[in-house]
């Protein structure tokens, strides 16, 4: 039987990485740079308003020839979320993005964000998850 995942086991220990609505593109970006992380979530008193991606940059920003420096994340990030709660199993969060054409998957409970998930974390999983199952099997079972 394959070993069910939840999201709060994929993000514990992770801190999210957000900033504050009003912070420019590039100071986002220079955030998520740091962080080493293609999506910041964007934050208004605590509560998440949007998330900003490395495609909202391209698709928002840079093709639009608009300045990094003088516009405001708030104005180019993604309004209309998906997200997921921390009891939310891995195939179900998927499930979620899948339908949503999304790449990232806010995590939150209550009003507060607790994390944040990616379409390639919910694969390493699946992987995971997958070679746990392989490697219960009886390994002549495997070949012709």
Known sequence: MLKTIHLKEMIEGKKPITV????TVE????VMSEANKGAIMILSKGRLMGIFTERD???RVTAKGLTPSETKVDEVMSTHLVVGSPDDSYPRALQKMVSAKCRHLPVVEGDRVVGLVSRRDLMAVDIEVLEEELDRRDPASLFI
């Open 20 to 23: 504050d609505s009003g912070v």
């Open 27 to 30: 100071q986002a970006a220079q």
């Open 57 to 59: 940059l391209l698709r």
